[in-house]
């Protein structure tokens, strides 16, 4: 995985870990072939390949995404150069199948593996030597396995990644997801989900859990049918994990989902903002941010327990000079600790690819680094330059270390005590352990216990904005001490975004001999 914002990449290595999340396409791939096969599992955000493991192979199968097209391509040749069979699947290969097949590719999975693996598996065993394999219809989620976590060696991520449904109800233009996924989203039952939770809890895992859907609370009724198992779980097994989701910004209208995700001990919640301006949003078809006020939403999400992370993104058409001093403000005004700013990059087979694509203002390249400061892939309507310059400026606002601890402490300030700090639930007793829990539980203290020593060195002893820092500490401590580890562990994570505004200074610096790029577009409002 290349730097970006989604990489963590401080956080992890704070906390003595290689990268976020295990790939969990690939686990899930691993459950639907033959239990007599012998897997062995290559992340290469958390190890290199060895010599052994190229001799030990007989399949390489591989997935990545766009932003990930280049080590995944290289893989695919290299693997070819070493005469082995390749197969390919994941949302590159199926959003460009047509690059991954001219690197070599034997076998080629489009789409979702859970109703393709046979139809993959029937031509090997019949000894053909290639082929695509993709399902006219998307699967039911009642047939995905519970994925092989047993490969994975837990100590190599700061987080497990979990998967309730896919697709999403709504329909942005820039978005992917219903292309690879669809607008009618399909769920898991709830006992699949306790029985994965079950899973990687015998497997020692005490920390985050990700549930990586697009839309957690994309069917409501839904997401209440899976909080209502979950709870008591998590309650009768001593609440072991945190959740992490992905969420829509309507949340903020519905008080008591947020009390429910709180209940089931979910702590945050990424949400695309976008943009601060209403036209802008509505040109893109997001409107589901536009039928209540972004602002109050995230007040009621946060005042309620759950620390909101944000996306916002500039270079949209006929966005208005200034777009970047107004998320800026949206975002200092609202009190959002860690913002995820990026460049519009077209992702293929969206709405907005299949229209720039008519207008003759799609480009080759095509990164898919929408937080590093790269060219964009598109002619804009702007001059690039310009937007480029805004996107600077933001992050340097945004990510400045004094202005991102004043936000977070802002937030924590206002967000109301833990539940049980409240006295609307009890103490809950530690649940079942499993082997070698104990001697993980202590190395992740101490892996916390280092990060919260490193931070504390970093800003509250060698900056000039140290005052700032104690007091703050102080005042949450004696104010609002229930969100304290909560507000450490958020102030700590702004280690993954004070370096971004160098960075994309360096890379505006070496694309500053390319021409600028714009084009003049009348005002369109999406229907």
Request: hydrophobic share 40%.
């Amino acid at each position: 995985m290349p730097p970006s914002f989604w990489t963590f990449a401080e956080t992890c290595r704070l906390h003595g870990n290689r990268t976020l999340l295990p790939p969990l396409g690939l686990i899930t791939w691993a459950a639907l072939l033959p239990e007599d096969w012998e897997f062995r599992l290559a992340d290469l955000s958390t190890r290199s390949m060895t010599e052994e493991d190229w001799e030990w192979s007989d399949l390489v199968m591989i997935t990545g995404m766009i932003v990930q097209k280049e080590s995944l391509l290289a893989l695919i040749r290299e693997a070819k150069i070493r005469g082995k069979t390749v197969v390919v699947g994941g949302p590159y290969a199926t959003s460009v199948p047509g690059e991954v097949l001219d690197a070599g590719t034997d076998f080629l999975i489009r789409g979702e593996a859970e109703n393709t693996a046979s139809k993959f598996l029937s031509a090997l065993h019949a000894g053909q030597t290639s082929g695509v394999f993709e399902a006219e219809k998307k699967p039911a989620m009642n047939t995905s396995p519970v994925p092989r976590f047993d490969l994975v060696a837990p100590e190599n991520y700061a987080a497990m990644a979990l998967q309730t449904s896919r697709g999403c109800p709504f329909d942005c233009e820039f978005c992917d997801i219903v292309n690879l996924y669809g607008r009618l989203p399909r769920y898991k039952s709830p006992d699949q989900i306790i029985r994965e939770l079950e899973i990687i809890f015998r497997l020692g895992w005490r920390r985050d859990v990700f549930i990586c859907d697009d839309n957690f609370i994309g069917n409501r009724k839904y997401a209440t049918t899976i909080l209502d198992e979950l709870t008591p779980w998590m309650k009768s097994h001593g609440e072991p994990f945190s959740f992490w989701a992905q969420t829509s910004l309507n949340l903020g209208a519905d008080p008591e989902m947020i009390d429910r995700l709180t209940e089931a001990n979910f702590s945050y919640v990424f949400i695309g903002i976008e943009s601060p301006d209403t036209e802008t949003l509505i040109l893109n078809r997001k409107f589901q941010n536009v039928r209540n006020s972004p602002a109050e939403a995230i007040r009621t999400i946060r005042q309620r327990g759950l620390t909101p992370l944000s996306s916002f993104v500039i270079g949209f058409d006929n966005e208005k000079k200034g777009t970047g001093e107004r998320i800026v403000s949206f975002v200092q005004d609202n009190d959002i600790p860690m913002a995820m700013l990026n460049t519009l990059q077209v992702l293929p087979n969206t709405s907005l690819w299949d229209r720039l694509k008519k207008e003759g203002r799609l480009l080759e390249e095509r990164t898919g680094g929408n937080t590093t400061g790269g060219r964009l892939n598109y002619v804009p309507s702007r001059p690039e330059a310009e937007i480029m310059q805004e996107y600077l400026e933001a992050c340097q606002k945004l990510y400045e270390p004094s202005a991102y601890l004043q936000r977070t402490y802002r937030h924590y300030m206002d967000m109301r005590p833990t539940r049980r700090a409240l006295g609307i639930e009890k103490s809950v007793a530690a649940g079942a352990s499993a082997s070698g829990v104990k001697g993980q539980s202590i190395r992740a203290t101490l892996n916390d216990l280092r990060a919260l020593l490193r931070f504390i060195w970093k800003h509250g002893i060698v900056p000039g904005y140290r005052l700032q820092f104690w007091k703050q500490l102080v005042r949450v401590y004696l104010k609002n001490p229930s969100r304290m580890k909560q507000y450490l562990y958020t102030c700590v994570m702004g280690e993954n975004v004070f370096g971004i505004p160098e960075d994309v200074r360096k890379a505006m610096s070496d694309s500053t001999r390319m021409p600028d790029r714009s084009i003049e577009l009348p005002l369109k409002i999406a229907n």
